[in-house]
């Protein structure tokens, strides 16, 4: 078997079936490509509710020198280039498209800890060494932003203009989440879990500094959400510190909003979660997004080329 082979999706399955190992998919993305050197973690800029944060001006001219269409420079926002996506099954880490809402955090992973607790009864605080000695599990899925495709819509809608790059697939390791949601022992109550990235500032609408934060249901974790994964790895190498270094949620055939970066809290909760980028912001309708639908884009041929 090679990363090529077509392996069917069983009727039935979701869209993320890993039909082949992911260790073919890693040796596929890294071959013939030199290892990549860890991204400078230099903190500079405002802190974010005094989480330091990486220099804007240093975020951007990576994204820049990797070739991305960088389409906000701070809070970064920048897609890969549909060629990037071309003759590849694992979009490379360094063209992964970056998605922010605020500036991107620089966590001491020494000191970074991942709080769980609300209603459990065995709260938890897990250093990313506790995290990595635990049963870990690769998931090769596909990352899409919800606003995708925005700048073709017409009349157009407020937002990042993404093209059609803000989409990627990778292979992550991790954690599966209900393996540490069931070491805290969800009380009876317990009705969705809440998910608090590192990453802050200030929203319209709301007082005081907004954390990135999205629920799932305990009762979605036995769907989709049941192979959602905390991840530390990104295509057989440490999580990047644009994709959510030391650790990130990852949720299987969601949109990417659901897979919370730099994370540092879980709390399970019996209310129905009331969070800006749950309520104000990625609904449709008043129903929060949830489920990729499918899309499909033509690389090859590129407009205007040869047939």
Known sequence: MNPNSRTPRPAGSPAYYLGRPASLWIAAAHHGRPAASPAPRRAGGPPAAGVPVVDPGEAHRQATGAGLVVHRADPLNAETPLAALTGTVLAPVDRFYVRNHFGIPDLDPATWRLEVGGLADRPLSLSLAELQAMASRTVVATIECAGNGRSAL???????????????????????????????????????????????GQVAGRDGPVHFERSLSLHSLGSAGGAALLAYTMNGRPLPTAHGYPLRLIVPGWYGVASVKWLTGIEL???????????????????????????????????????
């Not at 990042?160 to 599966?176: F, K, Y």
């Not at 209310?271 to 639908?293: C, E, M, N, S």
């Open 154 to 200: 017409d009349p157009a809608v407020p937002g990042e203009p993404w093209g059609l790059g803000a989409a990627g697939t990778a292979a992550w390791t991790g954690v599966p989440l209900t393996d540490v949601l069931g070491a805290a022992a969800p009380q009876p109550s317990a009705r969705e879990v809440v998910f608090r990235g590192a990453d802050s």
């Open 269 to 307: 909760t019996g209310q129905v979660f009331g969070g800006h980028f749950q309520v104000d912001r990625y609904h449709i309708g008043g129903q929060p997004v949830t489920l990729q639908a499918v899309r499909s884009v033509i690389t090859e041929p590129r407009p205007g080329g040869n047939s």
